[in-house]
């Protein structure tokens, strides 16, 4: 999406483009009165870490620091961060991971992850020495939704089904919790006034695996796809609960694979 001036038109709204790794961040903002922060910005590719280690950490965590500094200085009533499920590492089972599973750092292969789990302990620690009066974390589930240039897997077999060749590079067993991009504003909004500091999955009810993709878009989109699988490998799952945020915030995931898909082909490719 393209945060512009002219995309958002409102009285109550001001667009600025700012380096969030600027020391200079409160001065450029002094004159607003800020309530809330909701940190969405990150390199967020762990192929994009693996190319670049030093400055992916750098952008990450910097930034971050910078945020709770204004947010300590302005006095905001709610740090809202967006983390990962990529926090949790990959599996080769279905063990259900609920926020408070001890991650073992030292098994942790995504450089990304990493950088989520230590801004996050950043933000745990600025709340407890009370430099913040409140947080709220949110390890997103894998984000898809109508993007020109496909950002997750769901999009991506979209995108090569309409050119009739799918080409899968590992199992068709491998599975996530997948979020339409809807939901995942729904649950950032619903966060905004949660009452405590909290960690929440932010995700979807059920378990996908890249077979469940194939079949939706075979079903309802595309009959006669060829797939290609190059390297058929070991499942990797992860299978975070949003059982507490359901339970905490009232709050409910509306948009399944299905409809999710539908969206985004209505959305990009049916006029073609």
């Known amino acids: 999406m393209d945060f512009s001036k002219d995309n958002f038109k409102h009285k109550n709204y001001a667009f600025y483009k700012l380096n969030l790794q600027s020391n ?24 994009v870490f693996k190319e670049d280690l030093n400055n992916s950490f750098k952008n990450n965590i910097n930034s971050t620091l910078n945020l709770l500094d204004l947010a300590e200085k302005k006095k905001i009533k709610n740090f809202i961060f967006a983390s990962s499920e990529w926090v949790y ?16 750092r030292a098994k942790l292969k995504s450089s990304y992850g990493l950088s989520k789990l230590i801004c996050e302990d950043l933000i745990i620690n600025f709340y407890n020495l009370q430099k913040i009066n409140k947080y709220n974390i949110l390890r997103f589930g894998i984000i898809y939704g109508p993007r020109k240039k496909p950002g997750s897997v769901i999009e991506g077999l979209l995108k090569e089904s309409l050119e009739g060749v799918i080409k899968i590079n590992g199992s068709l067993a491998t599975a996530r919790k997948f979020i339409y991009i809807d939901d995942l504003v729904s649950g950032i909004i619903k966060s905004i006034k949660n009452k405590n500091s909290s960690t929440f999955n932010l995700t979807n009810n059920k378990l996908k695996s890249l077979k ?22 070991s499942p990797v799952i992860r299978n975070t609960t949003n059982a507490f945020i359901k339970k905490k915030l009232m709050w409910h995931p509306k948009i399944g694979l299905s409809k999710g898909i539908k969206y985004i082909y209505k959305k990009l490719y049916k006029k073609k």
């Open 89 to 104: 590492g990959d599996n080769n089972n279905k063990k259900i991971l609920k926020e408070n599973f001890i991650i073992d």
């Open 24 to 47: 200079d961040l409160l001065k450029k903002l002094s004159s607003h009165k800020i309530d809330y922060i909701i940190h969405l910005a990150a390199i967020s590719s762990d192929k």
């Open 212 to 233: 469940d993709i194939l079949n939706v878009i075979k079903n309802n989109i595309r009959f006669n796809i060829k797939i290609e699988n190059i390297n058929n490998s």
